[in-house]
């Protein structure tokens, strides 16, 4: 016996639910047998068939807004799923970093020839080859990114982030490019000593007068920011500069001398609001009696290392840095090497187990760990927290710890080794081929 409803009466402004339409559709089409009359076999696809149209007209009841406290709550539910999700693949990341491997595949990426008397380097992941025709950078693929021409003598390269700068030893014109492509180029007016790069564009260049060094800051454009003269009588000889990342701070090593006895000078210059205050933007400077400081890094916007023959500062500060500490050499320094945030100091193991002994200082200068080797290097490279030691036929991966993560041969000569932004990936230069190393 069918089952006749009579639904209750229904304000004019409430509008219908959509299960009640379902099944008053129903009942309206049911005879006294208790079957539906329109040729359907049950009253199940009615109320499905029913379901889609309206679905198809839309939903009949007005969607409520949220109120602000429910709001809040999905906005907190999403911030705490990206945080989850950002912190899973920073523990990927840095599980992958950790990782030891001990084999190795290697596979040919793309043909190339590389230009004899050429030397390479690493820009952001790509590899830049250049000598004194010109340069050009690959990247992972092994496609020709850019390509520039000109002539020089003795190429003065620096890199810093994304971007190089190319200038030529009494040259006159600085190149600059980033991995996106040539950026333009500076016109110095003067012979160029010496050179360095921000990583948004700046660059400083030492040059020689006939009576003064002269320090000169441009920006990306070829514009003039400021310049300082030095003498060596009264300043010091620019030795060493270098430009922080963001282009605000220089750090230059000024050597003077005066028969035997010699002096320099670590000066930090603020081309910010806080050096217009100063003569000539100097915000501090460190004297070192008898010693030469030849080397300069910044290691970070706030952090900076000067190696000296005897010892290594580290200094520290956003618009005027401080001497923060010093370490004096077990023994006699032979290379320095720096990163983003670590810088390696090479002396001869003392030990006599090894031929070498990098010590390895984070920009607070404090030793992180050593790596010891024998491997007659032609390259020294920072990853993050990962050193890469390399010659033509072998490659060493440590940690900044000195822990060991991978070492391995070459079945070819190898010009040079770089990093991807993987951890166990290595792109290698050969004469004739770019090749992917994947170690395992």
């Known amino acids: 016996m069918a089952v006749i409803k009579f639904p209750g009466r229904r304000r004019e402004d409430e509008a219908l639910d959509q299960d009640d339409i379902i099944e008053e559709g129903i009942d309206n089409d049911v005879d006294d047998d208790g079957y539906v009359d329109d040729g359907r076999d049950s009253e199940r696809e009615y109320a499905e068939e029913t379901r889609r149209r309206t679905a198809a007209r839309g939903n009949l009841r007005p969607r409520r807004k949220r109120t602000a406290r429910e709001k809040l709550h999905l906005a907190l539910r ?5 945080c989850a999700a950002g912190a899973l693949i920073a523990f990927l990341m840095n599980s992958t970093e950790h990782t030891s491997y001990t084999e190795s595949e290697i596979a040919d990426v793309a ?4 230009p004899d008397a050429s030397d390479y380097v690493n820009v952001d992941g790509n590899v830049c080859i250049y000598n004194r025709d010109g340069a050009s950078l690959l990247n992972e693929k092994g496609d020709v990114v ?31 490019c980033s991995t996106a ?10 012979p160029i000593r ?9 660059v400083a260049c030492v040059l020689a007068d006939t009576d003064a060094t002269w320090i000169y800051l441009y920006d990306k454009t070829g514009n003039q920011i400021a310049y300082i003269k030095r003498s060596m009588a009264k300043s010091g000889y620019p030795v060493s500069v270098s430009l922080s990342p963001n282009g605000r701070l220089l750090c230059c090593a000024q050597l003077t001398a005066d028969n035997s006895d010699i002096r320099t000078s670590v000066v930090f210059y603020n081309f910010g609001s806080v050096g217009k205050n100063s003569v000539d933007n100097a915000v501090s400077a460190y004297d070192y009696d008898q010693e030469i400081v030849a080397y300069t890094r910044f290691l970070g916007n706030e952090s900076a290392v000067a190696v000296s023959d005897t010892r290594a500062a580290f200094f520290d500060g ?53 790596v010891m080797f024998d491997m007659q290097y032609t390259s020294i490279q920072f990853d993050g927290d990962r050193v890469l030691i390399s010659d033509a036929q072998s490659v060493l991966i440590c940690t900044v710890t000195g822990e060991k993560r991978y070492s391995g041969t070459f079945p070819d000569t190898v010009l040079q080794v770089m990093p991807t932004g993987r951890a166990n990936r290595l792109l290698l230069l050969t004469p004739d081929k770019l090749k992917m190393m994947t170690l395992r």
Do not use: C, R
């Open 78 to 82: 999403l911030i705490i799923v990206l």
């Open 111 to 114: 043909a190339v020839q590389v």
């Open 146 to 176: 850019w390509n520039i021409t000109y002539e020089m003598q003795q190429p003065l390269v620096d890199v810093s982030g994304d971007m190089i700068a190319i200038g030529d030893y009494s040259g006159s014109t600085v190149y600059l």
């Open 181 to 190: 492509g040539p950026v333009g180029q500076i016109a110095t007016n003067l």
């Open 194 to 202: 010496a050179l360095t790069v921000s990583s948004g564009g700046n």
């Open 318 to 370: 956003d618009d005027v840095p401080e001497n923060i500490g010093e370490t004096k050499y077990p023994a006699q320094l032979q290379g320095v090497w720096a990163g983003d945030s670590y810088v390696g100091l090479l002396f001869p193991d003392m030990t006599g187990s090894h031929e070498y002994e990098l010590d390895i200082y984070s920009a607070a200068g404090k030793k992180t760990g050593s």
